[in-house]
């Protein structure tokens, strides 16, 4: 199975800046993908996608905030959210939405992003 770790997350006072990073064991992990799941809320949100070309996607509520991207020669992916909003607090996971949507996502233990004052 693909393991995802997660790492980065941490306590932020709204406008401030975290980076998260994502490491896969799976070389083969060409699309990659950030989740976040809001305390009291069951399922993970996408809010951030790039493929293998570097592509990226963001939801309408993180656009403009937050940046993926992906390391050259490793396995890892990262998500840099600037200007955070208490309502940005979250569970953060990352995945590979092919697995996700496979339901064979093998989910890491994520990294809690707490944004207050």
């Known amino acids: 199975q693909v393991q995802f770790v997660e790492s980065g997350g941490g306590w932020v006072q709204p406008g401030g800046s975290l980076r998260l990073s994502c490491t896969t064991s799976?070389?083969?992990?060409?699309?990659w993908a950030w989740y976040r799941q809001a305390p009291g809320k069951q399922q993970r949100v996408l809010i951030a996608?790039?493929?293998?070309?570097?592509?990226?996607l963001y939801t309408h509520f993180v656009e403009g905030r937050f940046t993926i991207s992906r390391g050259y020669g490793d396995n890892t992916m990262y998500l840099q959210m600037n200007n955070l909003d208490p309502a940005d607090t979250a569970v953060y996971y990352c995945?590979?939405?092919?697995?996700?949507?496979?339901?064979?996502?093998?989910w890491g233990q994520g990294t809690q992003v707490t944004v207050s004052s």
């Open positions: 799976s070389p083969n992990t060409y699309v």
């Open positions: 996608h790039i493929d293998e070309h570097g592509t990226t």
């Open positions: 995945n590979s939405p092919e697995l996700v949507s496979l339901g064979r996502a093998n």
